[in-house]
């Protein structure tokens, strides 16, 4: 089947014909002919598959088909995505498809500045592509109106919604006009989002092109045993070895630095790509990776969203991720459009339950190649939540079991060496073994044998006299120094403190 079979305009299929599109998809065969309809959709599809052409298209030629009068130039269809990356590369899809058509589009993102963004909105859009996120903060301002909307497109909904995003998606919803036409895609289907799926869309058409659980077979899927330690000197002589890109994932942005700090150490070059970096940096960083300038691409699995270069070769998870879904995501990275690609997988003790998981989802036993020369040999287990990173009673660790015999060493030492006991410490085992409670006077030092109290110098001096706060003086002088008597006061002939303070005789005080 080829796409002028589909009831594509002339103006679009020209636009393909252009980018070397002739056939398309499983995923735009059953989607774009429905969307033309009309019709809601529920499509899952894995990344690569041509999903995002499959909602542009329609959505470009329903656009162009109805055009309104309106010198406003209100925004008439609105694209969700989870993060920057993945909503250039849909504005680039709408823009190089509709290159022949007029109508205008634009994307907004947080990290960077708005002006130019609300100048572009200012001067009219028909297709916005935007992140939740910088979208509810415009609203705010006053800058986007969705009054007009007439097609509604949520791309990577599951990932939308892990990251957080679902109060805001909840929120835009309600601005939407309740008559419109509804896109849901995703490259799988968590059981949690079934609920909203049911508040979003109206009769939908479901479409799939593979199962939820399914990995790309183009993808040949190794997996490698090393230790945590070790698994940067595995990574280093696979580089080298392989001249190619290569994308590795960590599970933090922190991990991903650390990554990219060894590799350039090792003469390996190597870039970030995560949250914490600006969209500057993270718009370098790919098109860098994208040049052939730099080798390796070291990004977390939410800044990965987005990345689509044919020619990748090689994925490698440095890291093993969490959700087995999570996998699937990572290695739909290589093997796109057709070509092949190849994944690597480095698995330390603790992370072999999430490659069962993985194995259990996919429904495949990924191959193991051997590591001879660094294998697996710490299997030391992880230590659970609220041990504070040690080891339990039960598994101590082999500093832990040194330690108790050191104690138990220092203990036995201590019963073995001869003490003398004080009359303080027989006075109170005495007391103990007769049930009486020891006298303190035969216990203190103060006290002889016969209970006299024994003579202490400081008995026999004056206790000194106590300072006036502030003055330095002692209560019992007055402020001339002279001898004050107790509990009598200032005699008449006194002269008071202040009574030189015209001369500047008196006392100065402090700044205050």
Request: positive net charge; hydrophobic residues 15%; glycine residues 8%.
């Given at each position: 089947m080829e796409f002028k079979e589909l009831g594509i305009m002339p103006a679009i299929l020209n636009a393909l014909q252009d980018?070397?599109?002739?056939?398309?998809?499983?995923?735009?065969?059953?989607t774009i002919p429905v969307t033309l309809q009309g019709r809601d959709v529920l499509g899952l599809a894995q990344t690569g598959t041509g999903k995002t052409a499959a909602f542009a298209v329609p959505t470009l030629q329903l656009l162009a088909t109805n055009p309104r009068k309106d010198r406003r130039r209100p925004i008439r269809a609105l694209v969700l995505t989870p993060t920057r990356e993945l909503g250039m590369q849909v504005y680039e899809s709408f823009e190089t498809y509709g290159h022949h058509l007029p109508l205008k589009s634009t994307v907004i993102f947080g990290g960077v500045g708005q002006g130019k963004q609300v100048s572009a909105l200012r001067a009219g859009v028909d297709v916005l592509v935007a992140t939740p996120g910088r979208l509810v903060d415009l609203i705010n301002q006053g800058y986007v109106d969705l009054s007009s909307i007439e097609i509604f497109i949520l791309d990577e909904a599951d990932r939308m919604l892990d990251m957080g995003f679902i109060h805001d998606i909840r929120r835009l919803v309600k601005l939407l006009p309740k008559k419109k036409q509804t896109l849901f895609f995703s490259a799988t289907m968590p059981k949690e989002i079934t609920d909203i799926v049911d508040g979003l869309l109206i009769d939908p058409v479901h479409v799939s092109v593979a199962p939820v659980s399914s990995t790309v077979e183009t993808v040949t899927q190794t997996v490698q045993y090393v230790d945590q330690v070790n698994k940067i000197h595995l990574l280093e002589r696979f580089t080298k070895a392989n001249p190619g890109p290569v994308l590795v994932f960590t599970r933090t942005k922190r991990g991903a630095d650390r990554v990219v700090r060894d590799l350039m150490r090792r003469g390996v070059s190597a870039q970030a790509i995560h949250g914490n970096k600006s969209q500057n940096a993270r718009q370098m960083a790919l098109d860098n990776f994208k040049n052939y300038e730099t080798q390796v691409l070291v990004a977390t699995d939410i800044a990965a969203r987005g990345i689509d270069i044919n020619e990748l070769n090689y994925v490698i998870n440095y890291d093993m991720p969490d959700v087995p879904e999570t996998y699937v995501h990572r290695i739909g990275r290589t093997g796109r459009a057709g070509h092949s690609g190849n994944s690597l997988s480095y698995v330390s003790y603790n992370e072999i339950p999430l490659l069962k998981d993985i194995e259990a989802l996919t429904k495949q036993k990924i191959t193991v190649l051997e590591n001879l020369d660094f294998p697996l040999e710490d299997k030391t287990p992880k230590a659970k939540p609220g041990q504070g990173g040690r080891k339990s009673e039960k598994n101590p660790s082999k500093r832990d079991l040194e330690r108790q015999e050191a104690k138990r060493a220092k203990r036995r030492r201590f019963d073995d060496s001869p003490r003398v006991e004080s009359d303080k410490s027989a006075?109170?085992?005495?007391?103990?073994?007769?049930?009486?409670?020891?006298?303190?006077?035969?216990?203190?030092?103060?006290?002889?044998?016969?209970?006299?109290?024994?003579?202490?110098?400081?008995?026999?001096?004056?206790?000194?006299?106590?300072?006036?706060?502030?003055?330095?003086?002692?209560?019992d002088l007055n402020m001339r120094g002279e001898a004050r008597t107790k509990n009598a006061s200032r005699s008449f002939t006194e002269k008071p403190f202040y009574a030189d303070r015209k001369k500047g005789n008196g006392p100065k005080r402090g700044k205050r």
């Open positions: 980018t070397g599109y002739t056939q398309p998809t499983p995923i735009q065969e059953q006075s109170k085992v005495n007391a103990r073994k007769s049930g009486k409670k020891s006298d303190r006077r035969f216990s203190d030092k103060r006290f002889d044998a016969n209970g006299e109290k024994k003579y202490d110098r400081r008995d026999s001096q004056p206790a000194k006299p106590k300072k006036v706060k502030g003055t330095g003086k002692p209560k």
